[in-house]
């Protein structure tokens, strides 16, 4: 660790998540490893290739190290980061809810520090995506062209990173997956697949 730390230093600094996702690569091999040695009788037959991570080093070092998070660690950043944008502070330093002596709320915390976080109780994992690709791929593309549910467009936010907000205005399709028809869910992969050709 020691002699390839300016190694995981940079590629923590590019990437935020990527000690997460280190340690995530690391304990789904070590565990494979394990179910192995509790299943085999012969200590012979565990495949130790598992704990090898000579490959894993390399991948980091010439920068082609990905590794996919389980939801239940990526939707924990994301509320972070959405806590993150509902607790910023006025410069004035007021309450969020108090007025400036224009009579309106300071432009930083208009409406973000009144918002609750929603989540989908069953998101469809292979709709989701992380912030980057959010930011790239599907914020405000193809606003006109959204699919709508409950007569009104989906909310994009909802469907494409599991979460939203209680002061959504497409709140109206802040629904269960295992609610939407099998035409709505195409309509939405193919809204997807649109959006991801569009950004391209």
């Known amino acids: 660790m020691e002699q390839n730390f300016i190694i995981y230093e940079a590629a923590q600094r ?13 304990d ?20 130790d290739n598992a704990i090898n991570f000579s490959g894993l080093l390399d991948n980091i070092k010439f920068k082609s190290f990905s590794m996919a998070l389980p939801w239940s660690i990526k939707v924990k950043f994301d ?10 502070e006025s410069s004035t330093n007021k ?12 432009a930083n915390v208009d409406k973000e520090n009144d918002r609750r976080l929603l989540k989908c109780s069953d ?17 405000n ?10 007569g009104k467009e989906i909310c ?31 309509e939405i992969s193919n809204w997807r697949k649109n959006c991801l050709e569009k950004s391209d």
Request: proline letters at 6%.
């Open 14 to 26: 590019q990437n935020p998540l990527f000690c997460t996702q280190l340690l995530s690569a690391i």
């Open 28 to 47: 789904v091999r070590v565990r494979s490893w394990l179910e192995d040695c509790s299943t085999n009788v012969d200590r012979r037959l565990v495949n």
């Open 79 to 88: 509320e972070i980061e959405a806590k993150k944008l509902g607790n910023n």
């Open 95 to 106: 309450p969020p809810n108090q007025k400036n002596s224009n009579g309106k709320r300071p």
């Open 123 to 139: 998101v469809n994992e292979e709709w989701l995506v992380d912030n980057d690709k959010w930011n790239a791929k599907f914020k």
């Open 141 to 150: 593309i193809l606003p006109s062209d959204r699919p709508k549910v409950n």
């Open 156 to 186: 994009c936010r909802w469907w494409v990173k599991g979460y939203c907000f209680s002061n959504c205005k497409h709140q109206e399709g802040h629904v269960p997956v295992a609610s939407l028809s099998k035409q709505q869910k195409k």
